[in-house]
């Protein structure tokens, strides 16, 4: 079992960039693939970039793509999102999640889904001002 603790979040203008941190417990955090998803007000929770547990691989929302970047560092247990050109649409609670069913053969798409993560973080706040 993990547990996750995300930090990094909070109040930047748009254009603006912050870096989220999700800390893992445990030994085994490099079998993990991992996962930020996020959730506004009134919304569904969506996809927004995942890593596989070696780091060789990563997957992001379309609407992302250029403006996030998801990495890791398995010797710190650590995974990071970083945001770059924040808009105000990005304002949403962000969640970390692992998962060790996920594996490097798993099908791109296994890796875009809430039900395929076991372990969740507390979400950390990004609010992005006009």
């Known amino acids: 079992q993990v547990q996750l603790v995300e930090s990094g979040g909070g109040s930047v203008q748009a254009g603006g960039s912050l870096r989220l941190s999700c800390a893992a417990s445990g030994r085994t955090f490099s079998t993990y693939a991992m996962t930020w998803f996020r959730q506004a007000p009134g919304k569904e929770r969506e996809f927004v970039a995942a890593i596989t547990s070696s780091g060789g691989r990563t997957y992001y929302a379309d609407s992302m793509k250029g403006r996030f970047t998801i990495s890791r560092d398995n010797a710190k247990n650590t995974v990071y999102l970083q945001m770059n050109s924040l808009k105000p649409d990005d304002t949403a609670v962000y969640y970390c999640?692992?998962?060790?069913?996920?594996?490097?053969?798993?099908?791109?798409?296994?890796?875009?889904?809430?039900?395929?993560?076991?372990?969740w973080g507390q979400g950390t706040q990004v609010t992005v001002s006009s």
């Open positions: 999640a692992a998962s060790n069913r996920l594996t490097d053969y798993s099908r791109s798409y296994a890796y875009t889904g809430a039900q395929s993560y076991d372990y």
